[in-house]
């Protein structure tokens, strides 16, 4: 007589078990694949959707598929063999309503309208749960991606663009409002108004996205807690990324990089409270990290390279503590806008440190002050930006160097390193 | 030339000083509450004060919370007050004779619902369509805290 422990000992006979109550399970659900395709009853994705029983698969086939007002409101896989081709000739997208487990993979979605009054998306989820949306190709939309009020979603390797350019009759590459537990990752987002919008978010993963040559920011966080974004590239938009009115957001790894324009920058902190950014590079931004009355965040591990200001303060930001970062070729390292400091400077890189190294620890022997007075007078005076370079405004920083008056005497970093931190 | 001189002056003198909207150069000017770029052409906001120097608002909500910090001299030099007209994009209206619908149904930037319109008759068709609650200037100041 075989034990129960004895059956799961043998993988032989555990796989044979599990393949037949798989195969009886399967038998009772009695899931269809239904075939569409341009010779096919059906011939549209109308059609099937109406036959389809919830748990069906429709296959789609290559093929130019004109639809309008489609919507699916239940279980359903929706598969693309050969990336067929959905043309919405510039009306509603796809809608998806109350509906679990709905899987789309695999779809060219084209030609959404643009609307002021609804906002039309290539796929509009609303109170979806454990969807997948993957491996598709969004072009010409108004939204690409709309999610609202959802759980437990994965949007995986989409591209989504459009061609919003000066225009503002766009919206937003992938729109996430009032859900929870999202994985966005491995998407390509382009000319759109913002790359991705989190809106009321909490407890979600963004990673390895690209978002570029978008009209305002790349990735924009609102009301949203408990998130983390790692291994994203930001490149080319109107600024690269803001995160507001957010708690806990943890900011790992990604690359903010040429975000140029008058009130641009690579991130804003603005009313953020507890965060972690961690090996960020910034490059080439007008503003390297600008944050406005933000409280608690560590800053660690970041390289801040050939930005106009690395890091700009202003307003009552308290506790922000800046470690191990490298500060490289930017025309001001950090900028201030009160004389009140409860910021700390520890152990970072500064390229522009002209201290010395006697007892060869690789830490400077006199502190480095990050503020100069310049930087000041130009949040003053945005005009006097002409003067930077100049033997005047040497005379002046270094005057202030050997005597503070006007920069927080508390604002140095009294352990510089000597070389950078890999 | 005298003359000349004196009209030049005259005339800067004019531009200097005018106290009038100043229309909003959507997806490059900032938001002065919030920083958030202004691109919503529906839900923008603008205030002139007597001086003629002009405030610019993403959002109806960051116009009244921003306004509602400011001292009391400086509230009360506003010259004007001016929001997008819902109905009609990108086209100004008189804040404290617009009609407000707070509706879960339209989304302004700031989270607060927030729509302004010109006419009452259109507040109420939109209202129809999207459900949701009418507000005058004053009432909004109350529900905006």
């Given at each position: ?167 503002f ?47 305002r ?206 | ?23 909003i150069n959507y997806g490059q000017e900032a938001c002065h509450?919030c920083?958030m770029t202004i691109v919503d052409r529906?839900h923008a906001a603008e ?9 610019k608002y993403d959002a109806?909500?960051c ?46 930037p ?36």
């Amino acid at each position: 007589m075989l034990q129960p422990t004895n059956i799961m000992k043998n993988p032989f006979i555990a796989l044979l078990a599990f393949t037949v109550s798989f195969w009886l399970s399967a038998s009772y659900i009695k899931a269809n694949v239904i075939t569409v395709c341009g010779s096919c009853q059906p011939n549209t994705l109308k059609q099937a959707i109406q036959l389809a029983q919830p748990g069906d698969t429709l296959l789609v086939q290559q093929g130019l598929y004109q639809e309008t007002s489609l919507e699916i409101t239940k279980r359903l896989v929706l598969l693309g063999q050969n990336k067929p081709v959905l043309d919405f000739m510039n009306k509603e997208g796809l809608r998806i309503t109350n509906a679990d487990s709905v899987v789309i993979s695999g779809f060219h979605i084209k030609n959404i309208g643009i609307s002021y009054t609804k906002d039309f998306a290539a796929i509009h989820l609303f109170k979806t749960n454990y969807f997948r949306i993957e491996n598709n190709v969004l072009t010409n939309v108004f939204f690409g991606i709309l999610v609202e009020k959802s759980h437990y979603g994965l949007i995986n390797n989409n591209r989504v663009s459009s061609h919003a350019t000066e225009e503002f009759n766009s919206g937003n590459g992938i729109h996430i409002w009032h859900s929870d537990n999202m994985t966005v990752t491995n998407n390509h987002v382009s000319h759109l108004r913002d790359g991705i919008y989190f809106e009321f978010v909490n407890e979600s993963i963004i990673a390895n996205n690209v978002s570029t040559q978008n009209v305002r920011y790349g990735l924009h966080f609102m009301f949203s807690n408990h998130d983390t974004y790692h291994d994203n590239e930001f490149i080319n938009n109107g600024a690269g990324v803001a995160v507001m009115f957010s708690k806990f957001i943890n900011m790992r790894s990604n690359r903010f990089y040429k975000n140029w324009g008058t009130a641009s920058f690579g991130l804003l902190l603005k009313e953020i409270y507890d965060a972690e950014i961690v090996a960020n590079t910034f490059e080439e931004n007008t503003i390297g990290i600008n944050i406005e009355n933000s409280t608690r965040i560590n800053y660690t591990q970041n390289n801040l390279v050939r930005n106009g200001w690395a890091v700009k303060i202003a307003g009552g930001c308290y506790t922000n503590i800046f470690t191990k970062n490298n500060f490289i070729s930017n025309s001001f390292d950090v900028s201030y806008n009160s004389k009140m400091n409860d910021n700390k400077f520890d152990q970072n890189y500064w390229s522009s440190y002209t201290g010395y190294d006697l007892d060869k620890d690789g830490i400077g022997d006199v502190p480095y002050r990050p503020v100069k007075l310049f930087s000041y007078i130009v949040n003053q005076t945005p005009e006097t930006i002409v003067l930077l370079r100049s033997l005047f405004i040497d005379i002046l920083n270094f005057s202030e160097k050997v005597s503070p008056v006007f920069t927080p005497d508390n604002l140095v970093d009294a352990t510089p390193q000597m070389k950078t931190i890999p | 030339m005298k003359q000349y001189f004196a009209m030049l002056l005259l005339s800067l003198a004019a531009t200097a000083c005018t106290v009038s909207t100043k229309p909003i150069n959507y997806g490059q000017e900032a938001c002065h509450f919030c920083s958030m770029t202004i691109v919503d052409r529906q839900h923008a906001a603008e205030v002139v004060t007597n001086k003629g120097k002009v405030f610019k608002y993403d959002a109806i909500e960051c116009m009244i919370n921003d306004t509602r910090k400011w001292e009391k001299s400086d509230y009360e030099n506003i010259a004007l007050v001016v929001i997008n007209d819902y109905s009609n994009p990108g086209k100004f209206t008189d804040a404290k004779t617009a009609t407000y619908l707070i509706s879960e149904q339209i989304k302004s930037p700031m989270g607060a619902f927030l729509s302004g319109f010109s006419s009452a008759n259109e507040a109420q068709k939109v209202q129809h369509e999207k459900t949701g609650d009418l507000f005058t200037w004053d009432s909004l100041q109350e529900k905006i805290q």
